[in-house]
């Protein structure tokens, strides 16, 4: 008999036997609504049946929602119904927006047990993995998503002989909303003991204290070390001390997934493992206007040099290598030098050069015209100027990474950000950003 359909009342209903009439007292909603002849479910006596309604979802990616499923059960046979449609809640829920790629799909059924779910990139491709609970109850995608792509999920179910079957959507985080990150050495990479982590995020970061805990430096004498924020997009790590010489370094960022601040989420996470090499240090002392160089701790050589002239005094502090080539083009133009100005000079190409800041100081080897004054006067725009041969020794066995430090101009040290200025800052002093040295 049709659940819609009431039985004929012109054809008298055989007795029950008095079993049967105990389990129709019992079960006289369930027959009710079974024939669709009662009282809608939930009314009370006296009170007109609330209209049916269709169920709507908020676009909410972390509460979980039943779909709109629909089902099928065999005809009444006269007898009460003993099963009810399943009941399946899915998260994210149906519609949901800006779900995070890494969180789970999670299809459960609260009543009966689930039989197939499906979950699809919505534009095509491959089904998504994922395991059912031993019970049969739960389904757990086990794959990450792709970013920026809807999705849809069709699951099935089955309560009794009653079958269920629903149907949802949802899209992953926006491109626009993706964060993903820089770090400033290679893999395999060979660096100074002196190398400065830098991390650079391609959106700001306000949960700055997450993105931290999320990084991992492990080797280099696993001396703990800080974290400095020059932006709300760039951070630095450095140890308490410099790497231990000789050391593997393997540095973490468990980025992917994590919310960075104002709904950004990291798209990717980041390896890289480096090494050092062995201990080099130079020390430029202005005093007696020489380099010495020092390999293991002990010296390697000493050089007379050049450095910058009363109206472009060196500046003075560690300074980290941040570059090398055997040739640089250096143009006055790079300093705001026009022709006419008493500190312009013609373009140059500089031999075995060793950047020590962003705004312009190397090491190089000197000018034919500074080679005379090398060890007695300062000539130059702020660089170490060498003989050729201290040039080319600091060009071949020193490294990005070393640090060159400079004493005695009297002049303020480079701000920390303008290169590596970073060993400047006693430790204690590294993580307040507010901190002012001597620059």
């Not at 250096?330 to 312009?344: K, N, V």
């Not at 060498?386 to 990005?400: L, S, T, Y």
């Amino acid at each position: 008999m049709p659940l819609s359909t009431c039985p004929d009342p012109a054809l008298p209903a055989p007795r029950p036997a008095p079993a049967l009439r105990r389990l129709l007292s019992l079960g006289a909603v369930t027959v009710l609504l079974a024939t669709g002849c009662g009282q809608a479910s939930g009314a009370l006596a006296g009170e007109p049946a609330a209209p049916a309604s269709s169920s709507s979802t908020s676009p909410s990616s972390t509460s979980p929602s039943s779909t709109s499923p629909s089902s099928t059960s065999p005809p009444s046979t006269g007898r009460p119904a003993t099963a009810a449609p399943a009941e399946v809640a899915v998260a994210p829920a149906d519609a949901a927006v800006e779900h995070n790629p890494v969180e789970p799909v999670v299809v459960r059924a609260d009543r009966g047990e689930l039989t197939d779910v499906v979950l699809v990139p919505a534009p095509g491709g491959d089904p998504v993995p994922g395991e059912l609970s031993a019970d049969g109850r739960t389904w757990t995608s086990t794959e990450v998503l792709d970013f920026d792509t809807p999705y849809e999920l069709h699951w099935s179910a089955t309560s009794g002989a009653v079958s269920t079957t629903g149907t949802s959507t949802f899209a992953t985080v926006l491109a626009a909303n993706e964060v993903d990150a820089r770090l400033n050495v290679v893999d395999g990479g060979v660096y100074g003991t002196g190398q400065v982590l830098q991390f650079t995020f391609s959106e700001p970061v306000a949960n700055k204290e997450q993105v931290e805990e999320a990084v991992t430096v492990d080797g280099g004498g696993d001396r703990a070390g800080a974290f400095r924020w020059y932006s709300d997009t760039m951070v630095r790590y450095r140890p308490a001390e410099k790497w231990a010489p000789r050391a593997e370094i393997t540095v973490s960022l468990d980025l992917l997934g994590l919310d960075v601040g104002h709904g950004m989420v990291g798209n990717h996470d980041l390896r890289r493992s480096f090494s050092t090499g062995a201990e080099h240090y130079a020390r430029v002392d202005n005093g007696t206007k020489t380099l010495t160089a020092y390999v293991d701790g002990k010296v390697a050589g000493t050089y007379p040099v050049t450095l910058g002239n009363a109206d472009w005094p060196s500046t003075t502090g560690q300074k980290v290598i941040m570059e090398q080539a055997p040739e640089y083009l250096f143009t006055a133009s790079s300093l705001d030098l026009q022709p006419g100005d008493p500190h312009w000079y013609e373009t140059f190409w500089a031999s075995n050069v060793s950047r020590l800041t962003a705004s312009g100081e190397f090491v190089h080897q000197a000018l034919p015209s500074a080679m005379p004054v090398l060890g007695i006067a300062n000539v130059s725009h702020g660089c170490v100027g060498m003989p050729p041969e201290g040039a080319k020794f600091i060009h071949d066995v020193f490294r990005p990474g070393d640090v060159v430090e400079v004493v005695g101009t009297g002049y303020p040290q480079a701000d920390p950000d303008d290169g590596f200025g970073d060993w400047n800052i006693p430790l204690e002093h590294y993580a307040d950003e507010d901190w002012q040295g001597d620059w």
